[in-house]
């Protein structure tokens, strides 16, 4: 069996260090229990997602935990912060379609909110980049989502990274990515569409759902996953 990787070793030293239980930490984020304990339990990937570092610095923080040992979870550097991984200068960062394997130009166009048992379609600059797969060279408009929640186990696990081409038509039993709206998002397996609704199933617990179309912005193929970075 894998074992997690090291900033799951080193988001559970922090939390100890503040004086937190994993129930407290959960419910401040508005999290299930289970849901957060994945990212100290059987998390693999090398960083944190950056929205969940930032909110974890803030509330460490006050707890007496040094300020940016969180955010070097998400790859930050300690004397960088939180507020200078972008700015508002900075010109967008180009997509290179022909990069190497370990070129991280792969926008996260996702972020988690308290609240809401999915995620967030991000609708400025990404904050965070990954290493794009062979599959998505070439294609300028792919990009990639982490998974928040239990809906889709044993598909797809929270924490682990899903690769997203607009480009692919959606298909019958395809596994999709539902962009709301108001900005709000769901990763569902696609079933079937009629003029007015959109029909998809969640995994856990094994449930169709009827979405109406007209609250639907666009649904996008989820191509592929992987758990650790």
Known sequence: MSEVSEVARRLKELREQAGLTMRAVSDALGW????YQHYE????????????????EDMFARQGVQGGAVLQLAGIDAGQGAGTRTTASAPPRPVNLNAANAQRDL????????????????????????????????????FALYVD????????????LLYVNPNRPITPNCFVAVE??????????????????????KLHPDQEAKLAAAEVKRIYRVTGSIESA
């Open 180 to 201: 709301f709206n108001d900005g709000r998002g769901l990763v569902r397996q696609f079933l079937r569409r009629t003029h007015d609704s959109i029909f998809v199933r």
């Open 149 to 160: 929640g239990e809906a889709m186990q044993p598909r797809y696990f929270a924490g682990e």
């Open 32 to 35: 299930s229990l289970t849901r």
């Open 107 to 142: 926008p996260i166009n996702s972020a988690f909110r308290e609240g809401w048992d999915g995620f967030w379609f991000v609708t400025d600059e990404a904050k965070e980049f990954v290493e794009r797969p062979a599959n998505l060279r070439g294609v300028a408009n792919a």
């Open 41 to 56: 339990d059987r998390y693999k990937r090398k960083y944190l997602p950056f929205e969940l570092a930032r909110a974890l």
